[in-house]
T-cell receptor, first 112, second 117 residues
Framework: QKEVEQNSGPLSVPEGAIASLNCTYS??????FFWYRQYSGKSPELIMF????GDKEDGRFTAQLNKASQYVSLLIRDSQPSDSATYLC????????????FGIGTKLQVIP | GAVVSQHPSWVICKSGTSVKIECRSL??????MFWYRQFPKQSLMLMAT?????????EQGVEKDKFLINHASLTLSTLTVTSAHPEDSSFYIC?????????????FGPGTRLTVL
């Protein structure tokens, strides 16, 4: 059973702080990883994807991947109240079917 | 970006009835569509993968005779929940991907909330 593990939270950070979201995965063959943001009652929207070890930055967001440790993280700098949402970590299937397995999501609360 | 629509956005039905949910790719040809289900405070769980013109591939534990999926064209896939029961109440989300797209190019519909009384 391929799994993606996340702490469900909630993670509370003050406005302007860095939010750090973490995720581990069990499928060692997985090559692609994703962070989605999901507001309550809405469908997920892609924030970041990362395929290579190391860091990938896009605006206030930085995704980090460590394949040896099977660990993915997302840093949100200068957190804003509008960033309050559930962040879903997901891993691409290694079996070639391009399926994606989602974690339970971490609820982030940015306190004004 | 690519747009995927779902209809209806919400539906309430009586136990024992069937409900059809449509997923459409509005501005691209979706060779592959995915159907997910999400219960409150839980993750998205993949139900099935459908490729245009082929039978859907269902995930383990998903009853193919209960959740009928049709992907008859490159812009439309339908999910029919047959003989729905209260435990089928959930948020159903489709996503679509075009031919040759990378794994991350999976565009989600807005979801359909099903409530079975």
């Amino acid at each position: 059973q391929k799994e993606v593990e996340q702490n469900s939270g909630p993670l509370s950070v003050p406005e302007g702080a860095i939010a750090s979201l973490n995720c581990t995965y069990s499928d060692r063959g997985s090559q692609s990883f994703f962070w989605y943001r999901q507001y309550s009652g809405k469908s997920p929207e892609l924030i970041m994807f990362i395929y290579s070890n190391g860091d990938k930055e896009d605006g206030r967001f930085t995704a980090q991947l460590n394949k040896a440790s099977q660990y993915v993280s997302l840093l949100i700098r200068d957190s804003q109240p509008s960033d309050s949402a559930t962040y879903l970590c997901a891993g691409g299937d290694s079996g070639g079917y391009q399926k994606v397995t989602f974690g339970i999501g971490t609820k982030l609360q940015v306190i004004p | 970006g690519a747009v995927v629509s779902q209809h209806p956005s919400w539906v309430i039905c009586k136990s024992g009835t069937s409900v059809k949910i449509e997923c459409r790719s509005l501005d691209f040809q979706a060779t592959t569509m995915f159907w997910y289900r999400q219960f409150p405070k839980q993750s998205l769980m993949l139900m099935a993968t459908s490729n245009e013109g082929s039978k859907a591939t269902y995930e383990q534990g998903v009853e193919k005779d209960k959740f009928l999926i049709n992907h008859a064209s490159l812009t439309l896939s339908t999910l029919t929940v047959t003989s729905a029961h209260p435990e089928d109440s959930s948020f159903y989300i489709c996503s679509a991907r075009g031919s040759g797209s990378s794994v991350h190019e999976q565009f989600f519909g807005p979801g359909t909330r099903l409530t079975v009384l």
